[in-house]
């Protein structure tokens, strides 16, 4: 990414994913960046964020989206990506 606004290191947590962009009269597919954080001095939120491939991307202008999540939140979403991934896993055994 040329003109990246996430920063990626080796502790990003995901460094090169495909990904899609879907919205009114566009669709667009990329690689993209997702990363897991909290703030390291007094945590009160898990953060997710995720930014698209911008050198490959027509319609969207270069940005990162970025979820605030409470403890409860990130759980629950870590327990539907489990559950997901073992749906995923069973079927393709």
Request: negative net charge.
């Amino acid at each position: 990414m040329a003109d990246r606004i996430m920063r990626v290191n080796a502790y990003t947590t995901l460094d090169l994913v495909d990904a899609e962009a879907e919205g009114h009269n566009f669709e667009e597919e990329a690689y993209a960046t997702v990363n897991v954080t909290s703030p390291r001095r007094n945590p009160d939120h898990v953060e997710f964020a995720l930014e698209l491939d911008n050198t490959t991307l027509e319609t969207l202008d270069t940005h990162a989206d970025r979820l605030r999540l409470n403890p409860e939140q990130a759980r629950t979403l870590a327990a539907a990506l489990e559950s997901e991934a073992d749906a995923v896993e069973d079927a393709q055994q």
